[in-house]
């Protein structure tokens, strides 16, 4: 049973134009969800986090939006650049257990 | 550079071979964990260790035996490898399993790419 889902394996956007990457969970004791980017050959780097008490969390062109009555969340980069390229995996904490569960990540292409 | 440093990078095993992926990092952290990923998939937990001294297991920790020799380092070690562990190994550390940590993330080092044959 996967308890964090990412159901698109892949997004193609346009330079300048919205990145929107979406997320699925299915366990309510996660407290904690958070966005890594991933470059080939380089381990994941740290994004962006967002508490369960919140529904919004931006810092620069990322934010990221909670619903978790629908248990989901997404990741809005704007506007989307070249370098954004990568994979974006979704992770789920909850603050006892102090791990993390990934999903299987989207592959973003951002063609200039 | 501060950070998380994994050792080796590439390795190739024949089934049955032993061997230990060595992580080390130096932002003091509580928290250490070890991951692997396989194409197409996202990262599955193998072994964590919340703080010094206590370590316990994840997702998938069969076949593996884990170390945290001090704050700084924890080890991975298979001590019979077969071809399903072909994988990419991450170590990651944090500042605790709490809150802090969750704000914060993980650190991850590069990886360590290995091939069992």
């Known amino acids: 049973d996967q308890q964090v889902k990412q159901n698109s394996p892949s997004l193609s956007v346009q330079e300048g134009r919205i990145s929107i990457l979406n997320c699925d969970y299915t366990?309510?004791?996660?407290?904690?969800f958070l966005w890594y980017k991933k470059y080939p050959a380089e381990g994941p780097t740290f994004l962006i986090s967002?508490?369960?008490?919140?529904d919004k969390n931006e810092d620069g062109r990322f934010t990221v939006f909670l619903n978790k009555s629908a248990k989901h969340l997404s990741l809005h980069i704007v506007p989307s650049q070249p370098g954004d390229s990568a994979v974006y995996f979704c992770?789920?904490?909850?603050?006892?257990?102090?791990?993390?569960?990934f999903g299987d990540g989207t592959t973003l292409t951002v063609k200039p | 550079n501060a950070g998380v440093t994994q050792t080796p990078k590439f390795q190739v095993l024949k089934t049955g071979q032993s061997m230990t992926l060595q992580c080390a990092q130096d932002?003091?952290?509580?928290?250490m964990y070890w991951y692997r990923q396989d194409p197409g998939m996202g990262l599955r937990l193998i072994y964590y260790?919340?703080?010094?001294?206590?370590?316990d297991k994840g997702e998938v920790p069969n076949g593996y035996n884990v170390s945290r020799l001090n704050k700084r380092e924890f080890s991975l070690r298979l001590e019979s490898a077969a071809p399903s562990q072909t994988s990419v190994y991450f170590c990651?550390?944090?500042?605790?399993?709490?809150?802090?940590?969750?704000?914060?993330?993980?650190?991850f080092g590069s990886g360590t790419r290995l091939t069992v044959v």
């Open positions: 932002m003091n952290h509580n928290s």
């Open positions: 990651a550390s944090s500042e605790g399993n709490d809150r802090r940590g969750g704000r914060y993330g993980y650190t």
């Open positions: 992770a789920a904490s909850y603050s006892r257990a102090g791990k993390s569960t």
């Open positions: 366990n309510s004791m996660f407290d904690y």
């Open positions: 260790s919340a703080s010094e001294g206590t370590t």
């Open positions: 967002i508490s369960s008490i919140k």
